[in-house]
């Protein structure tokens, strides 16, 4: 069983930046993918990027590249989304997921943070 909290999300002006963290706690996640997600206004859930736990190897989607930037503090079982010039168009519930590196379904999710650029 993995834990994941999100902390970090608010209101911020478009342009302006933000950090969220998730703190990860439970079973030894070393061999662990912990993603970002995200779900807009009426929109489904989708991907923002997500990295390996072990190795640090990070990918994002388009709609991230250039912006947002996620890292881990392995020491402290954190994972960080750093976003920035932000657009009202980020405006969504922010989720953390995990799953197992040797699959595709991510098992554990948090509960969320709501993240709300104003133009």
């Known amino acids: 069983q993995v834990t994941l909290v999100e902390t970090g999300g608010g209101l911020v002006q478009a342009g302006g930046s933000l950090r969220l963290s998730c703190a990860v706690s439970?079973?030894?996640?070393?061999?662990?993918?912990l993603g970002w997600f995200r779900q807009r206004p009426e929109k489904e859930r989708e991907s923002v990027g997500f990295?390996?736990?072990?190795?640090?190897?990070?990918e994002y989607e388009d709609s991230a590249k250039g912006r947002f930037t996620i890292s881990r503090d392995s020491a402290n079982h954190m994972v960080y989304l750093q976003m920035t010039n932000l657009k009202p168009g980020d405006t969504a519930v922010y989720y953390c997921?995990?799953?197992?590196?040797?699959?595709?379904?991510?098992?554990?999710w948090g509960r969320g943070t709501q993240v709300t650029v104003s133009s």
């Open positions: 997921a995990a799953r197992s590196e040797y699959s595709s379904a991510w098992d554990y």
């Open positions: 990295i390996n736990w072990r190795g640090g190897r990070t």
């Open positions: 439970g079973r030894a996640f070393n061999s662990y993918v």
